[in-house]
């Protein structure tokens, strides 16, 4: 094999080639690369990915910090002091924006890490042929020339070439609409076949429905079909629900601070003041209104939850999902795995007379050891039940698969069996119990087969029925011999003989009653979704404690318009023999009567009502396409940790609400008071270095919130952004502060006939302390005193507030910010104000309610 060049590519046309021609092109062959040629390229090609999922890059991130148009609009205030020779005010402006900068940027590169380092431990796999040998490797780590083997259930990790394939199915929505699956087969495409006409090829974005194939890789990353439209496919998602309220609360604070900025610029050239001191003073405010570390904040919280799902076993891929997880009021999920075991045993093998068959057993254990499918619970207990036995398959000789569909419900193997005859295959067939028999036309009768009559027909679906009611899956096998040939198709299918049935159990969890009566008190109602038969679900939503009075069935489903089905499925429960394209259907319908909706599932056919859901929620073992269609990912498929989930989904929601709330109530008070205060003062109030020394050291225990405590009634209900009541907040408890804000006005102006340096002073000394303490009694919305905050909340509000108290006694920042000592009679006044304000704010609180 010759050496590669530097950048290796496959021809323009490559889908046109032959196998063996592009093979070639690419320097590969058919036992794949050698695992140095394949690093080499890895080196030249880079990650097979068509965006990063790493940590951004400090630069980048660091810069972004001085994006903010608010931190423009200061240094465009730094820049005009130092045109009017205002070294000292410039210099204070720009070490301010610089600590919030760096402030800003600490946590959020912080946050990204953390969330980077998450995703990976999601990565996705693939089997790759490297030196002969198959190896389980990171997608990530493909390039052009590698041998991959695809199976149902799988992502396409890269645009490829089909070597092999055998009933291999993919769905292509994607990258063509369709949303039909397909089916690949190797062969050659006309070089100007458009996309949607190339069968011979796979590619990246597409998902495997059903069938296996050996493809090689022709093109990865950037230069798939898909990286070439992935500018259109990764635009900006759907705004979500969270993301919708803190634009429409910036628009709210936008429109305020235009009209303070206005107002105060207009009133101090009434009253003949400098133009670029007002001007100053203005932005200042306005400045001081924005929560202007919220990016930070909610970075920081998210992450910090991030975390504290991932130690509890819920990993979360998309960070807004968080929030949206502690939104949800309806969870829709099948039972096997979450509230079942999950651990499928064979519980018995049966002939048609209800005896155990040791018959059934033997063509079931062969059908199962031989399937290279879908890799499923039933099959690993059958196996498992036949190596008890002592049962191999040394005496078959596979032949030929028809692969699972979610259509025809139904598996077949085709073997050759050692003594039965030169010119013979039998046909091994195993599914659903109706898709069974209804493939048949006799039913086994010890050695013999009859013909299988209407009246034998209903004797079995009666012994089915029972079973089921029982709490049993049961399936149905068949077989027949044929005449050798060397392919199969679906319509050979037919005319076979019923062999028995096949008994599993899957108990119902110890806990699981006692998980769903939790995530009740926890304002979810729990949906089950499931294929299996009426039956089965019945047993075992009685056990759970779930209604069962009004379940729906597929076949219900289908007859009922969209409009009948909204009704039906806020009452149903149990939702069973459900068609995979039903399960949207059925998400839609509760999402169109307002339910906020997350949906459990980890199959093929779960991607659409996954992508549909509010949250879509996957679990680790999951195949491919569901792990990538979900918003969270659990480690392990037990309920109890997804209401853990929800309840730190809802803690992360109501910290980042507190750190808006609060301080821009806190803000809005404190800027409409020295608004006011310009009509009837002969000075500012502040200068415009006060306040944004002010605003940033009360920014400062913000950063704590993510850490805070939240209160068992914000956990107790699914939570909603409502801007109008944030707004609300934001002005009730606002004025409250300005209130205060003007009688302080008054006693230093009027009592204690202060001069402008001492009541700067003052007032800023009040200001700071009353934002900080506000935020020991908002955080709560029950008595303050009987809800500890956090260590690090509590400390760092405490760190700053002595600050506030010492800052005037600091002879540099004397003169550098036009601080003077304060009397002790002066401070004590000001300390009962401080007092008499939380007072005030905890008796409206208990009045309206917090935030």
Known sequence: MRAPPERLAAPGAWWSLAPEALLAALHSSREGLSPREAAQRWRTHGPNTVRADEAPAWPRLLLRQFTNPLVLILLFGAAVSLLLHERTEAAIILVIVAGSALLGFVQEWRASAAIARLRRRLALHAQVQRGGAWHTL??????????????????????????????????????????????????????????????????????VRSGTATVLVAATGPDTAFGAVAARLAQREPETDFARGVRRFGELLLRVMIVMVLFVVLVNQWLGRPMVESLMFAVALAVGLSPELLPAIVSVTVARGAHAMARRGVLVRRLEAIENLGSIDVLCTDKTGTLTVGDMALSGALGPDGQASARVLRWAHANAALETGIANALDAALVAAGQVQGLSVEAFRKID?????????????????????????????????????????????????????????????????????????VLGLATRRVPAQAHYTLADEAGMCFEGLLLFLDPVKPGAAQTLRDLAALGIRVKVITGDNRHVAAHVAGALGLATETLLTGEQLAAMRDEALWQQARHADVFAEIDPQQKERIVRALQRTGHAVGYLGDGINDAPALHAADVGISVDQAVDVARESADIVLLRPDLDVLRRGVEDGRRTFANTLKYIGITTSANFGNMVSMALGTLFLPFLPLAAKQILLNNFLSDLPSIAISTDRVDPERLAAPQRWQVKDLQRFMIVFGLISTVFDLLTFLLLHRWFHADEATFQTAWFSVSLLTELAVVLVLRTRGAFWRSAPSTLLWGTTLAVGVLALLLPLLAPLQSLFGFVALSPSLLAALLGVVLAYLVATELLKRRIGAA
């Open 138 to 207: 990171p997608t990530s780590r493909l390039v052009p020339g590698d041998i991959v083997r695809l199976a149902a259930g799988h992502l396409v990790p890269a645009d490829a070439l089909v070597l092999e394939a055998k009933d291999f199915l993919v769905t292509e929505a994607a990258l063509t609409g369709e949303s039909m699956p397909v089916e690949k087969r190797p062969g050659t495409c006309d070089a100007n076949a458009p996309l949607a006409r190339r069968e011979n090829c796979v590619f990246l974005g597409s998902s």
């Open 401 to 473: 698969e028809i692969p699972y569909d979610f259509q025809r419900r139904r598996l077949t193997i085709v073997v050759a069996e050692e003594g039965a005859g030169e010119g013979t295959h039998r046909i091994v067939t195993k599914g659903a119990f109706d898709n069974v028999l209804a493939a048949c036309a006799q039913v086994r009768a010890g050695e013999e087969a009859r013909a299988l009559d209407e009246a034998e027909r209903r004797r079995l679906a009666d012994m089915f029925r029972a079973r089921s009611e029982e709490g049993f899956r």
